[in-house]
Nanobody, 128 residues
Framework: HVQLVESGGGSVQAGQSLNLSCTFS????????LGWVRQAAGKEREGVAA???????RYADSVKGRFTISRDNAKNTLYLQMNSLKPEDTAMYYC???????????????????????WGQGTQVTVS
């Protein structure tokens, strides 16, 4: 059983930055894919970024070059640094985990296909 808790959301002006954090607890030593998804009001859920156990990453085209996903395994924390925010980035952001030791590319494929097993409660990001 894995518990995920997001923090760091808020309201900012376009062009500003936010850094989301997600602390996760694991009670075993399996490798995990980690990722972020977002869902804007009235829209489908969108995979934002994923990171493998080896630190390799994959991003949605809409955030490439602006967002950076990273993980600190020692602190059991996942991050999403969001720069140059745009109004279209407004959404509820969720972190997610899957018990699989894959690359960032593979983790992202699982993320967008609904293959992640554990989800946080979400943190709201609003850009005006």
């Amino acid at each position: 059983h894995v518990q995920l808790v997001e923090s760091g959301g808020g309201s900012v002006q376009a062009g500003q930055s936010l850094n989301l954090s997600c602390t996760f607890s694991t009670y075993d030593h399996y490798d995990y894919c980690l990722g972020w998804v977002r869902q804007a009001a009235g829209k489908e859920r969108e995979g934002v970024a994923a990171i493998g156990r080896d630190g390799s990453t994959r991003y949605a085209d809409s955030v490439k070059g602006r967002f950076t996903i990273s993980r600190d395994n020692a602190k059991n924390t996942l991050y999403l640094q969001m720069n140059s925010l745009k109004p279209e980035d407004t959404a509820m952001y969720y972190c997610a985990a899957a018990r699989f030791a894959g690359s960032g590319d593979y983790c992202y494929t699982r993320l967008i296909s609904g293959g992640f097993d554990y989800w946080g409660q979400g943190t709201q990001v609003t850009v005006s």
